[in-house]
C-alpha cells in the first residue's frame, strides 16, 4: 500500500499543499517550522482520523477558516482509491471517497493503513494513561475496521451513563427512572466494552513479541521489554495467551458495575470500563514509567509502533497490503548505530515517509525521493503544482480499481 498524492487545504499552516509521493522511501526534507510534521500528521490522519497531536481537530483548521480538507491516492497492488476528508470541528467529519457523496467519516476506516511515529510518542511510555488507550484503540480498529463503531458507541453511552449519574448526586434526587435508566445504560456500556476490550487484548497478544524483539533489535537487548494491560475488571487484567471471549467479558463488567454502583452514585461518574485502563510497559522488572532513560523511553516508544506495523502487515499477508511506515524526525534523536538499524528494520515497508530537517540526519542506507517542503504565502509543494484529485477518474463502483485503466462511466 502506498499514498501516491497528498493535496491539502486550509490545514495548519497550509492554505493549499499539493505533494507527489512515490513507492519506497520517501524524504521530506525541511527547516524547522516549515511544516513537515503537518504533512506526517495529515498522512496518518488518512488513516486513524484524529491528530497524533492534539485531542480535538479545531488546531488542524487554517486560522480563519471552518473547514479542512486533506485528500489522498490511494494505492494496493494495481489498485487506486481516493480518499477526500472534510475536517469540521464542532460538527460531524465526512469523507468522500472516489469522488462520491460526502458520508460518515468512519465509512472510510480500512482505506488507508499507516504507522505514524514521532517525537511525542515518548509520551506512550511517560504520559497519562489516555495516550496509551488511543495507541490500542487505533490499533485494533485499523485490523479491525468494524470496533471503530464499538468505540463510537463506548462513547456515547459513557456521556450517557455520567450524565444521569451527575444528575443524581444531590441527597433525594435519585429516583426509580434513575434506577431504570441506569440498567439501560448498562447493558449498553457492558457490550461495547467488552468489544473493546476484547479488541485491545487480542491486538496486545499479538503485539508483545514483536515489541520484545524490536526493542531487543534497537537497544541491543540490554533489558527485556513488556507489557500487560491493566484494567477495571479484574480478569482482563494481566498477560493472556488465551483472550476472553466477549460473552466472558460482557458477564465480567456487568459484575464489576454492580460492585462499584455504589461509589459510582458517590461520585457521579463511571468507574469501569475500557475508558479507565491502560498499558503497562514494561523494562527488564520495573515498569518503564519513572525508571527508564530518556534513551530507552524513545526506543520503548519506537519500539511500540514499529511492532505495530509488524503486526498489522502480519494480519493482512498481501504484500500489497503493508501499511505506510511514517517517520517524523526521528533520525536526528538517534546516534550512528541506532539510526543503521533502524534504516534495515523499515526495508520491508512498500512506503516510507521520513521527514528531516536536513538530509545529513538520513543514514546512507536510506536512499530514495527527496521532496523540499517549501513555504510560500501559505502555499507548499513539492515542486510544481500536480493535476487535483479532483479530475481523477475512478468510478463509485468499487473503493480500489485499476489505477491506470479507470473510467468514469
Same mark, same amino acid.
Given at each position: 500500500?502506498?499514498?501516491?498524492?497528498?493535496?491539502?487545504?486550509?490545514?495548519?499552516?497550509?492554505?493549499?499543499?499539493?505533494?507527489?509521493?512515490?513507492?519506497?522511501?520517501?524524504?521530506?526534507?525541511?527547516?524547522?517550522?516549515?511544516?513537515?510534521?503537518?504533512?506526517?500528521?495529515?498522512?496518518?490522519?488518512?488513516?486513524?482520523?484524529?491528530?497524533?497531536?492534539?485531542?480535538?481537530?479545531?488546531?488542524?483548521?487554517?486560522?480563519?477558516?471552518?473547514?479542512?480538507?486533506?485528500?489522498?491516492?490511494?494505492?494496493?497492488?494495481?489498485?487506486?482509491?481516493?480518499?477526500?476528508?472534510?475536517?469540521?470541528?464542532?460538527?460531524?467529519?465526512?469523507?468522500?471517497?472516489?469522488?462520491?457523496?460526502?458520508?460518515?467519516?468512519?465509512?472510510?476506516?480500512?482505506?488507508?493503513?499507516?504507522?505514524?511515529?514521532?517525537?511525542?510518542?515518548?509520551?506512550?511510555?511517560?504520559?497519562?494513561?489516555?495516550?496509551?488507550?488511543?495507541?490500542?484503540?487505533?490499533?485494533?480498529?485499523?485490523?479491525?475496521?468494524?470496533?471503530?463503531?464499538?468505540?463510537?458507541?463506548?462513547?456515547?453511552?459513557?456521556?450517557?451513563?455520567?450524565?444521569?449519574?451527575?444528575?443524581?448526586?444531590?441527597?433525594?434526587?435519585?429516583?426509580?427512572?434513575?434506577?431504570?435508566?441506569?440498567?439501560?445504560?448498562?447493558?449498553?456500556?457492558?457490550?461495547?466494552?467488552?468489544?473493546?476490550?476484547?479488541?485491545?487484548?487480542?491486538?496486545?497478544?499479538?503485539?508483545?513479541?514483536?515489541?520484545?524483539?524490536?526493542?531487543?533489535?534497537?537497544?541491543?537487548?540490554?533489558?527485556?521489554?513488556?507489557?500487560?494491560?491493566?484494567?477495571?475488571?479484574?480478569?482482563?487484567?494481566?498477560?493472556?495467551?488465551?483472550?476472553?471471549?466477549?460473552?466472558? *467479558?460482557?458477564?465480567?463488567?456487568?459484575?464489576? $458495575?454492580? +460492585? %462499584?454502583?455504589?461509589? @459510582?452514585?458517590?461520585? &457521579?461518574?463511571?468507574?469501569?470500563?475500557?475508558?479507565?485502563?491502560?498499558?503497562?510497559?514494561?523494562?527488564?522488572?520495573?515498569?518503564?514509567?519513572?525508571?527508564?532513560?530518556?534513551?530507552?523511553?524513545?526506543?520503548?516508544?519506537?519500539?511500540?509502533?514499529?511492532?505495530?506495523?509488524?503486526?498489522?502487515?502480519?494480519?493482512?499477508?498481501?504484500?500489497?497490503?503493508?501499511?505506510?511506515?511514517?517517520?517524523?524526525?526521528?533520525?536526528?534523536?538517534?546516534?550512528?548505530?541506532?539510526?543503521?538499524?533502524?534504516?534495515?528494520?523499515?526495508?520491508?515497508?512498500?512506503?516510507?515517509?521520513?521527514?528531516?530537517?536536513?538530509?545529513?540526519?538520513?543514514?546512507?542506507?536510506?536512499?530514495?525521493?527527496?521532496?523540499?517542503?517549501?513555504?510560500?504565502?501559505?502555499?507548499?509543494?513539492?515542486?510544481?503544482? *500536480?493535476?487535483?484529485?479532483?479530475?481523477?477518474? $475512478?468510478? +463509485? %463502483?468499487?473503493?480500489? @480499481?485499476?489505477?491506470? &485503466?479507470?473510467?468514469?462511466?
Amino acid at each position: 500500500m502506498y499514498l501516491s498524492h497528498l493535496s491539502l487545504t486550509n490545514y495548519r499552516s497550509y492554505e493549499q499543499a499539493e505533494i507527489e509521493l512515490k513507492p519506497g522511501p520517501n524524504i521530506l526534507i525541511g527547516a524547522n517550522g516549515v511544516g513537515k510534521t503537518n504533512v506526517a500528521e495529515a498522512m496518518n490522519y488518512l488513516a486513524v482520523q484524529h491528530s497524533h497531536r492534539v485531542s480535538n481537530d479545531h488546531p488542524l483548521v487554517r486560522i480563519g477558516q471552518t473547514q479542512a480538507l486533506a485528500r489522498g491516492r490511494v494505492h494496493r497492488g494495481e489498485q487506486a482509491v481516493s480518499i477526500e476528508y472534510e475536517i469540521n470541528p464542532g460538527k460531524s467529519n465526512r469523507v468522500a471517497i472516489n469522488r462520491g457523496a460526502p458520508q460518515a467519516a468512519r465509512q472510510a476506516y480500512g482505506i488507508f493503513k499507516a504507522v505514524l511515529f514521532a517525537p511525542e510518542d515518548i509520551e506512550l511510555i511517560s504520559g497519562q494513561p489516555d495516550i496509551r488507550r488511543r495507541f490500542m484503540d487505533d490499533l485494533i480498529v485499523q485490523m479491525r475496521p468494524a470496533l471503530g463503531d464499538a468505540r463510537r458507541d463506548y462513547d456515547r453511552v459513557l456521556r450517557q451513563r455520567n450524565a444521569l449519574l451527575k444528575s443524581g448526586r444531590k441527597p433525594g434526587s435519585w429516583t426509580d427512572e434513575h434506577e431504570s435508566t441506569l440498567a439501560v445504560w448498562n447493558e449498553h456500556l457492558a457490550r461495547a466494552a467488552a468489544r473493546l476490550i476484547n479488541g485491545r487484548l487480542h491486538a496486545l497478544r499479538l503485539l508483545a513479541a514483536p515489541t520484545s524483539e524490536v526493542y531487543a533489535e534497537l537497544s541491543n537487548g540490554n533489558k527485556p521489554a513488556g507489557f500487560a494491560y491493566q484494567s477495571t475488571v479484574p480478569m482482563a487484567t494481566g498477560q493472556h495467551a488465551e483472550v476472553p471471549d466477549e460473552a466472558v *467479558l460482557y458477564t465480567a463488567i456487568v459484575e464489576a $458495575l454492580e +460492585e %462499584a454502583y455504589q461509589s @459510582e452514585r458517590d461520585r &457521579g461518574v463511571t468507574l469501569v470500563g475500557p475508558h479507565r485502563d491502560d498499558l503497562v510497559v514494561t523494562l527488564g522488572p520495573a515498569p518503564a514509567k519513572g525508571f527508564a532513560s530518556h534513551g530507552e523511553t524513545w526506543s520503548l516508544a519506537l519500539a511500540l509502533r514499529l511492532a505495530s506495523y509488524r503486526v498489522l502487515a502480519k494480519d493482512d499477508p498481501n504484500p500489497d497490503a503493508r501499511p505506510v511506515l511514517i517517520l517524523d524526525d526521528v533520525f536526528a534523536e538517534l546516534d550512528a548505530a541506532r539510526r543503521a538499524r533502524l534504516a534495515e528494520m523499515t526495508r520491508d515497508a512498500e512506503q516510507l515517509i521520513i521527514t528531516a530537517a536536513v538530509s545529513a540526519d538520513i543514514p546512507p542506507e536510506l536512499t530514495g525521493t527527496h521532496i523540499p517542503i517549501r513555504m510560500r504565502e501559505g502555499i507548499s509543494s513539492s515542486g510544481e503544482h *500536480l493535476e487535483s484529485l479532483d479530475s481523477l477518474k $475512478l468510478t +463509485e %463502483a468499487n473503493y480500489f @480499481e485499476d489505477a491506470e &485503466g479507470s473510467s468514469d462511466e
